[in-house]
Each structure stands twice: as structure tokens, then as C-alpha cells.
Nanobody, 126 residues
């Protein structure tokens, strides 16, 4: 069982930047994808960005494409999310997740992931 721990959340003004990190204890070579997801107040959890452990096949939600960058340090089992040009609508709890199965629908679907961190809050103010 993997243990995922997020860090780097906080409060920032619109247009600013934050960098989230996720450390994966118990990480194994069986991981197929890792990703970042978020849940805004009153909304369902949604996929933000995902990536293969090799650092390839990055995918982004349309709402963050061009503003967020996902990356992974395979040797250290650290997943990062660089968030630039933040908007108020990016305010949410952000979660790190991993799956050891090949996604059958979309790599951005939270239903495809079985290992989750506790989350880190990101608040963007105008």
C-alpha cells in the first residue's frame, strides 16, 4: 500500500504561482500513472494533471492546460505540480493519487485511482 503525502499548498493572489509536491512512500514499479486532482467547494473531485512514472504522457485538464506543469522525479518518487497564472477558480483541495492499473476510461478520471493522499489546500484570492 502506497502512502502519499502532499505539501506546498497555501494562499496566493490571482496571477501568482504555487508549487505542490507529493512524496510516495512504498512506491513500486507497478505504478502506471500518478496525478493531481482537486475538489472545489460544492463540486466533485476532478482530474487536473497526470503523468507516467517515466515522466512521459502528461495530460492536463483543459482548464489548466498552459498554466500548470506536472513533473516527476522517478528515483525519489516525488510528484510535482507547478501552478502559474493562478485564478480564483483554481481554489480547491488538491490531492495526489496513483494507480497500479491501466486506466480503462480516462487517465484524468478520479475513479481510476486507488491510492490517495490527504490533500493540501490551495486558495487563490483576487
Amino acid at each position: 500500500q502506497m502512502r502519499l503525502v502532499e505539501s506546498g499548498g497555501g494562499s496566493v493572489q490571482a496571477g501568482g504561482s504555487l508549487r505542490l509536491s507529493c512524496t510516495a512512500a512504498g512506491y513500486t514499479a507497478s505504478v502506471k500513472y500518478m496525478g493531481w486532482f482537486r475538489r472545489a467547494p460544492g463540486k466533485e473531485r476532478e482530474g487536473v494533471a497526470t503523468i507516467r512514472p517515466s515522466g512521459t504522457s502528461a495530460r492536463y485538464a483543459d482548464s489548466v492546460n498552459g498554466r500548470f506543469t506536472i513533473s516527476i522525479d522517478f528515483t525519489k518518487a516525488i510528484l510535482n505540480l507547478q501552478m502559474d497564472s493562478l485564478k480564483r477558480e483554481d481554489t480547491a483541495m488538491y490531492y495526489c493519487a496513483a494507480t497500479t492499473s491501466w486506466p480503462s476510461t480516462s487517465v484524468l478520471s478520479p475513479d481510476e485511482y486507488s491510492n490517495w493522499g490527504q490533500g493540501t489546500q490551495v486558495t487563490v484570492s483576487s
